[in-house]
């Protein structure tokens, strides 16, 4: 296996504990998840989210190990994009090793086995210079900062909107 080999498999309700415990502050919270939550995170919370019908919910396991190090979602926003979301490293162990770029490759890779799909998209704020530059690695580029900003205790945080067309990600796999 590669040093990178990573798989996705659905996030259910075992898997809660281990995501709640790697959410530890609010602003770790509001990095992750938007507003989508509250501070602390919870089961319930969880729950609701995945009755969500538009959103496909992944753990992430590091396939040497079998451990489970990340989380992350893709969302339908319509017939030909998708957005990519919550995306964590969340075991330590595996920050700053290449994970994260990994996983964003392999989910938009997923993405884009659906035929019908020519836009990945995501958020990121815009002070998050790691996670941009791992978008970057993988063909997104910046398209426009969110005139709306998130408050965040006494800040206000502004987010990028990133895209990757297919034919820019294939070039990229393929060259």
């Known amino acids: 296996m590669g040093e990178h080999s990573i798989v996705f498999e659905e996030f259910k309700e075992a898997d809660f504990p281990r995501l709640i415990s790697w959410i530890t502050t ?9 507003t989508a939550f509250h501070f602390p995170l919870t089961k319930e919370q969880l729950i609701d989210h995945l ?14 190990t079998n451990a489970v190090i990340g989380h992350c979602e893709v969302y339908e926003e319509d017939l030909q994009t998708r957005r990519l979301c919550r995306i964590l490293i969340g075991d330590k162990r595996f920050l700053g090793k290449g994970y994260g770029a990994a996983l964003v490759a392999k989910l938009t890779k997923w993405c884009f086995s659906k035929p019908a799909i020519e836009v990945v998209a995501l958020n990121v ?8 530059n791992c978008y970057i690695k993988n063909g997104f580029i910046k ?3 969110h005139k709306s900003a998130t408050q965040v205790g006494h800040e206000r945080w502004y987010s990028f909107r990133m895209t990757v067309n297919r034919s820019s990600f294939a070039a990229m796999i393929n060259p």
Request: cysteine-free.
């Open 51 to 64: 009755k969500e019908p538009d959103r496909h919910i992944f753990k992430v396991i590091h396939q040497d």
């Open 143 to 145: 398209v426009g900062l």
């Open 26 to 34: 609010e602003e770790q919270l509001v990095q992750f998840a938007g």
């Open 125 to 132: 704020y815009d002070f998050n210079t790691a996670a941009i």
